[in-house]
């Protein structure tokens, strides 16, 4: 099995910054992608931001220069830096990744997800 353990979320006023970090564990033999969703009340889980095995990167234009995702390739984490936060940041934040397990089998895992409330 693969798990996926998020932290770092919670309460912020607009403008502040939060960190994000998600660990993968288990019988997990490589990583390819890796990246953070997010989900609004009402609305569809959307990509905020993807980081590649060689580091490519990719973000949702809404958090661009303002979020930053980084990886530990040696501790299999990903970390979403996330600045100058907005109200409309608020959501759960999921972490993804698709890996390739011992089994051979390749597919995408889910964190079970983190609060970020941005609120004055």
């Known amino acids: 099995q693969v798990q996926l353990v998020e932290s770092g979320g919670g309460l912020v006023q607009p403008g502040g910054s939060l960190r994000l970090s998600c660990a993968a564990s288990?019988?997990?033999?490589?990583?390819?992608?890796m990246g953070w969703y997010r989900q609004a009340p009402g609305k569809q889980r959307e990509l905020v931001a993807s980081?590649?095995?060689?580091?490519?990167?990719n973000y949702a234009e809404g958090v661009k220069g303002r979020f930053t995702i980084s990886r530990d390739n040696a501790n299999n984490t990903v970390y979403l830096q996330m600045n100058s936060l907005k109200p409309e940041d608020t959501a759960v934040y999921y972490c993804?990744?698709?890996?390739?397990?011992?089994?051979?089998?390749?597919?995408?895992?889910w964190g079970q997800g983190t609060q970020v409330t941005v609120s004055s």
């Open positions: 288990g019988r997990i033999f490589s990583i390819n992608t």
């Open positions: 993804n990744i698709y890996a390739l397990n011992y089994h051979g089998t390749r597919g995408y895992y």
């Open positions: 980081i590649g095995t060689v580091g490519t990167l």
